[in-house]
């Protein structure tokens, strides 16, 4: 199948070009360890042009009807679904992501654009909303205004589905963008060019630059842009806002995790188990929302991880395209290495590993599920975001223990409870510190969902209305009419 379309990578104003940047891009199959194809990148030059096409864009795409918006969004949705064979089969080469979930992502970003278009569609009929001001002779009226244009960082782990959270919400509010893409996975989210230019956007509305830090930098530099929106590490989310801080130009950040997820003992245990696979094997672990701190009632606790081991060790590692893949390899070398290194350092500091670890490096990015039980407090495996399929378990006495555990972190991103008491369910949920909460299922997110972190894991919501707000600027008008 043919995963690069073109030799041009960049769109740019309504228009494919060749990339003038330094660096060339050999994206990866990270079952094979082949290159998948061989990518050109945008020089700072070509990423200010970019930015320049999308602030000139603005001023007529800001005043678009909404409908119309709502048009071409649904128009993305459609360019999506038809290419799905396509976009399943590229994330399986450049992800390693087995079949149904490459299938999921497709079918999420497709929702997305969908939903966005819902609201796009009564935007404008929602203008003006009236106030009437008490005790005074003025009305108020307000108004939701596209703050600009938008510049764009994505990470690898979904690449079609981070990049729809952002350009499905920013084009509805009204807003233009330039998208940088992931050095890892840049092949998924060109199809976002293909699209735009199939369905008619106007030229500058969307434009996509292919790139790895240096492109990044230069997004975060230009003087064109009125809102950064960052999805990536809390290392890399440090430099975009103090690369932006001297003009305080708005920021929304989507950073890391490192989530809690609470058994009680009164649980169904095969049920509790599906859960906690679910939350922490899905994607190979590669999710900021990796529920990879298991915190399970004593009383359970050896029955619990009796039952999840057995059902860990039927999982199956293997390429994406073999007969049975429960999991797949981890998408980036640097990452396989980074998590062997977590493996590595858990075994010199004698955790008790009840399945997987380190084992024999491999030419693909191999790593089976791993579960270390009753990992120390202080110990790196239960701090730290391994971002892998790596989970550490406690276990705790009363729910005010769990909770002070679940939220002894830096990161506040999501949690689960799994408990048969819906109160008991309802009060863990509450005390956890965290964005979004799944109670008795598995992750979910829906895009009606509102998703963003507390604490360190992030500012501002994505998905929802609280994800198109993100791109709206309130404006209010004091009348004396
Ligand atoms: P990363 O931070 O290394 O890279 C993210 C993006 O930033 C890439 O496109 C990269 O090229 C770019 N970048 C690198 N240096 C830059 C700089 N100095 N200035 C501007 N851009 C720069 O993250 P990653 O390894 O691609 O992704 C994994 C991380 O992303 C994990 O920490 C994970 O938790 C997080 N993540 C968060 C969410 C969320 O919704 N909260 C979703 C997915 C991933």
Redesign the pocket.
Known sequence: MDLQKRDETLFINGEWVRGSGELILTPIDPTTGDALGRLETASADQVEGAAQASARAFADWKVTASSERAAYLRGFAKGLATRQERLVDVQMRNNGKPRVEAEIDVGDAIATFKYYAGLADTLDACQDARVDHAGGDHIGMVRREPVGPVGM??????PLV?SAWKIAPALAAGCTAVM?????TPLAELVYGEIAQEIGLPPGVLNIVT???E???A??GSRAFRKIS????????A??MA?IAPRCLPLSL????KAPIIVTEDVDINHAVDCIIGGIFFNAG????ASSRLLVHGSIEAKLIEALLAKTETLVTASPFAETCDMGPMT?RA?YIKVREYLARAQADGLDCVTGGISKETIGNFVVPTIYRNVPHDNPVWIE?I?GPVLATTRFETDEEALALANATEYG?VGTVVSADEARAKTLANGIEAGQIWINTPQVVYPDSA???FKC??IGR?LGPWGLAGYQGVKHITCAC
């Open positions: 960082i994505v990470p690898w782990n979904f981070t940088k893409t992931s050095e890892m790139g790895a830090m492109v990044g930098v997004l975060t960052f999805t990536g590490s809390n290392m890399v989310g430099k975009v690369a989507e950073l890391g995790g590669q999710m900021c929302s980036a990452q975001e971002f991103l998703w963003g972190g894991s992030g994505e």
